[in-house]
């Protein structure tokens, strides 16, 4: 998929959700932002990150996310 049919599908998405919902997907993406950075600098400093789901949110309706937990390992 091309970046400008993920955009498009984002700004579907987008236009129908609330403002509570628009404002907690701006904050997951800098979160996410801010993670990957973090991983990144632990590679270039030497470590492997893997990223593994530990757990699953549910809430009413069907709504659910996947809680992360980092696996490191530091090469000899």
Sequence with gaps: MSKANVK????SFASSMNEEQKMAIRMLANDLHRL???VMKA???GLSVELQRSARHHHEGGFWGDLLT???V???
């Design 74 to 76: 530091k090469q000899k």
């Design 70 to 72: 980092p696996i490191v």
């Design 8 to 11: 498009e599908r984002a700004e």
């Design 43 to 45: 590679v270039d400093a």
């Design 36 to 38: 990957n950075a973090s």
